[in-house]
């Protein structure tokens, strides 16, 4: 993440790394700051596991398998970003249910950043994407922005944008960028984040 921001904070751990989420979205458009956000998440996998796990693991049984094996890797390799989380049941659209979903208890993430910017544009759009477009599989992030849960939904295409609720958001009350808005401007009303 800092070499595609260009710049590291000083402060250590988690808050360096929430410091640098916010630098990845400063002077991009959404859309940027999402395809940087894809380009980090690819640069952790070498090249050709993503290759071969799209040729080889996602189509058998219908990319179901893939859906499984990536729930349960998710599972344990990334609480130490999102917090507490489980695998959990997943409805599908053809009405079937399988063990393909994550549910974060309360999302670290989200917690520490306090703002949904931050999370559907370095988070949750490009984590879909990443995920349909690198490794074949379908993922509908649900995040929660009053509990800070988030629900993985491996299996399930995302809506698209117009329809996907969690992209008109308001800011969080608590949300630092929201705060100094509220002084720039007097008489804000409560407007989707700005940059969800």
Request: with cysteine; proline share 7%; charged share 20%.
């Amino acid at each position: 993440m800092v070499q595609e921001v260009g710049w590291d904070s000083e402060k250590p751990g988690y808050n360096g790394l929430i410091e640098v989420a916010n630098r990845l979205m400063m002077g991009r458009s959404n859309s940027e700051t999402k395809d940087a956000a894809v380009r980090i998440l690819r640069s952790l996998f070498p090249p050709l596991l993503l290759e071969l796990y799209r040729m080889l693991i996602t189509p058998i049984g219908g990319g179901k398998v893939a859906a499984l094996m990536v729930a349960r890797v998710t599972a344990l390799s990334c609480q130490w970003l999102m917090g507490s989380c489980k695998v959990n049941s997943v409805n599908l659209p053809n009405g079937s249910s399988m063990m393909s979903g994550v549910f974060v208890e309360r999302c670290k993430y989200l917690e520490e950043s306090k703002c949904v910017g931050i999370c559907i544009n370095t988070c949750k759009l490009p984590t879909q994407a990443f995920f349909k477009d690198e490794m074949g599989v379908p993922l509908l992030m649900e995040p929660n922005f009053s509990d800070y849960s988030c629900q993985f939904n491996f299996g399930v295409l995302p809506p698209m944008p117009e329809d996907d609720s969690t992209l008109k958001e308001p800011c969080l009350d608590i949300c630092p960028n929201a705060r100094r808005r509220k002084e720039i401007i007097t008489n804000l009303e409560a407007l989707k984040c700005p940059k969800s």
